[in-house]
């Protein structure tokens, strides 16, 4: 969304555009508590329009190449604080194929380790929960909440194996506003920096307040991860599947900003919520109306 009227570019297709109507920085800036300039900022993009090669979303190459090279590499939130608030609290974090322990190793330390023995690979814990040690449910290898290994049954038949300098594999491990998040890439920048302008954005609504109060019911989904992904990017469809927002809920107005600092992508999406939509058929083209 953008304040600049339709243009078109050197591809005959619009760049940046809003929809003529009232919109988020509108709503802001007459509010009885005005947002302040980070919530005030606008960073309209144009990412193309073309065709998106169906590949990308039902080949198994693809898919490989997206584990590797987007999910190995990037900052994710694994749980909140407020789900460690106790020594020994562990949380089971699981992306593609791999297993994360995410856990409180002592009052002001979270770590986290890939969940798997070193042994033959069990996994380590299969739900969240209190912990003193990770101990492996196949042979017995236990580790403590630092990943160094505490107990070896039998290990006369392991004279090879130095206990003193035995460690499960750590991941990278960044928190910010609450929320705990993991990296897989041992060269990752930091996550500070990973979240650029956006820290600001969520600064104003005070993120550091909130806490889990309960979970949401999970549902797996028969679909390529980006399908539903994209579903949480827009609100274009509410006027169709969620018609009950469009009383309170200025869905087709919403202001999406684009930031490609660092080399990476970060999206912002602002809706106004309090005020009537301008859906009930309004926008609908001719042949739905």
């Known amino acids: 969304m953008s304040s600049k009227p339709n243009k078109k570019s050197a591809r005959g297709v619009h760049d940046v555009v809003k929809s003529g109507r009232t919109y988020p920085n509108d709503y802001m800036r007459t509010d009885e508590k005005p947002a302040g300039p980070a919530l005030l900022d606008e960073s309209p993009v144009y990412l193309g329009s073309e065709d998106i090669d169906i590949d990308r979303y039902i080949t198994a190459e693809f898919h490989a190449s997206e584990m590797k090279n987007v ?10 604080e407020t789900e460690l608030s106790e020594v020994g609290d562990t949380v089971v974090y699981d992306i593609g194929r791999w297993s994360i322990l995410v856990v ?11 969940n798997s023995c070193l ?3 069990a996994q380590l814990k299969s739900c969240d929960g209190p912990v003193t040690e990770f101990r492996c449910p196949f042979h017995g290898w236990a580790y403590n909440l630092e990943g160094k290994m505490t107990d070896l049954p039998e290990c006369w038949d392991f004279p090879h194996i130095d206990q003193s300098k035995t460690q499960l594999p750590q991941v990278k ?4 506003g609450g929320w705990i998040f993991v990296n897989m890439d041992p060269e990752c920048i930091p996550l500070e920096e990973y979240l650029g302008p956006l820290r600001k954005q969520f600064e104003a609504i005070r993120p550091f307040r909130r806490y889990v109060a309960t979970h949401a019911v999970i549902h797996n989904i028969p679909c390529n ?17 969620h018609p ?16 490609l600092d660092g080399g990476h992508l970060n999206s912002r999406l602002v809706v ?7 859906g009930g058929g309004i926008t609908k083209s001719p042949s739905k109306m």
Do not use: L
């Open 244 to 259: 009950q927002f469009m009383i309170s809920t200025n869905c087709y107005d919403a202001e999406n900003s684009v930031y």
């Open 71 to 80: 999910w190995r590499k990037t900052w994710q939130v694994a749980c909140h």
């Open 225 to 241: 991860w980006k399908v539903a992904q994209e579903a949480f990017f827009e609100v274009y469809h509410c006027d169709e599947v």
């Open 272 to 278: 106004p919520v309090g005020v009537a939509g301008a």
């Open 119 to 121: 042994h033959r690979g």
């Open 173 to 176: 491990v960044g928190t910010w």
């Open 104 to 114: 409180r190793s002592a009052p002001d330390v979270v770590n986290a380790f890939y």
